[in-house]
């Protein structure tokens, strides 16, 4: 079964600094997809940024980056340019592309302060 | 656009009371529809999914139960509250490729 580690429970930075979240995931498959996503207080769930296994081109998102390691199964999230509303949990997820109905497995989340 | 609505946003129930929450999408057909639950400071748990009407897939047993009686709806549902069945509940449905689930707004369940 696949696994998805985030071993961040918090992390802290100040503002305009940047960060980054860490996250690590075990599979046996190629093609998957793998997601952070954020959740603010409201708790409403909101995609971030997504990344296909099968592109070797890390995905960016504005100020959002990862840094997609396929070998070392890692996948981070570096926010640049860290803002107020930035501050949330932050979920990172795994999927594989098999067709409908997988589901997404999620990491148990880093909490993100935003500091002045 | 695609919109996804799930009611109530809160909801506070008593213990051995039945249960009912919808979620329905607007803006797409044929969806696949999930039920996850996200337990105070704990991330989110798969309850059931869906790929069609009438078709539903449980990944842990539960004191819960789903249904699709339609194409775009998906009700999550329990003849009888535990006060484990406490939690927020989350509607979500899947986009065609590239993948990505888009998630209702939520549901606070808190069974007393």
């Known amino acids: 079964a696949q696994t998805v580690t985030q071993s961040q429970p918090e992390m802290s930075v100040q503002e305009a600094e940047t960060v980054t979240l860490s996250c690590t995931y075990d599979t046996s498959e190629s093609d998957y997809y793998l997601f952070w996503y954020k959740q603010p207080p409201s708790r409403q769930m909101i995609l971030v940024i997504r990344q296909e296994a099968y592109k070797q081109q890390n995905a960016t998102e504005n100020r959002f980056s990862v840094n997609f390691q396929k070998a070392a199964k890692s996948f981070s999230l570096k926010i640049s340019d860290s803002q107020l509303g930035d501050a949330a949990m932050y979920f990172c997820a795994y999927r594989r592309n098999t067709g409908g109905g997988n589901k997404l497995t999620f990491g148990t989340g880093t909490q993100l302060k935003v500091e002045l | 656009s695609q919109t996804i609505h799930q009611w109530p946003a809160t909801l506070v129930q008593p213990v051995g009371s039945p249960l009912s929450l919808e979620c329905t999408v607007e803006g797409t057909s044929n969806p696949n529809l999930y039920w996850y639950r996200q337990a105070a400071g704990r991330g989110l748990q798969l309850l059931f999914y869906s790929v069609g009407i009438g078709q539903i897939s449980s990944e842990v047993p539960q004191n819960l139960s789903a249904s699709r009686p339609q194409d775009r709806q998906f009700i999550l549902s329990s003849k009888k509250l535990l006060l484990s069945d406490s939690g927020f509940y989350l509607c979500?449905?899947?986009?065609?490729?590239?993948?990505?689930?888009?998630f209702g707004s939520g549901t606070r369940l808190t069974v007393v």
């Open positions: 979500a449905w899947e986009a065609d490729r590239p993948y990505g689930y888009t």
